[in-house]
């Protein structure tokens, strides 16, 4: 039986609030990059009550170079947001010694949901930034 060749696929999309306002750091060569957290919630029917139940999860995001820029000067605590990334894995040890885990998203594309200040109308109310994958990042595909 020949070995089973199969594409890599990574893609999450989310839409939630920012629970905080964003933090702007830079790295050591420069670079941009903004952290923030988005809770995004669902509504369901419990089964056996049939009463609507809400769950929320809470899900760190990373935006790098002049995305990081945009969402620090626009987003605040608060914010609708339409994230589109990938998944990214971190581990780390703690100062006391404990190692540490999170998953994350990386953000490709940050669509702001929210009206803009001042604005009273429907139409332009969402701005949008997109940044390019990066060309290291291609996809293979098996056909």
Known sequence: MKPLRLGYLNSVQLIGRLVAD???RYTQKGA???????????????????????????INVVAWRRQAELANDYLKKGS????EGRLRSRQWESTQGE????????????QFLDMP???????GATEE???????????????
Do not use: D, H, M, W
């Not at 609708?80 to 994230?83: E, Y």
């Open 80 to 83: 609708a947001v339409l994230i």
């Open 117 to 123: 200040s001042g604005e009273t109308t429907t139409e």
């Open 32 to 58: 941009p990059v903004c952290s923030f957290r988005i809770a995004s919630s669902r509504r369901y029917k419990n089964r056996e009550t049939g009463e609507f139940q809400e769950e929320t999860l809470f």
């Open 99 to 110: 190692k540490r885990s999170a998953i994350e998203v990386i953000a490709y594309r940050i």
């Open 129 to 143: 930034i997109e940044e390019s994958k990066e060309s290291t990042e291609e996809i293979e595909t098996p056909f």
């Open 22 to 24: 964003p933090e702007l």
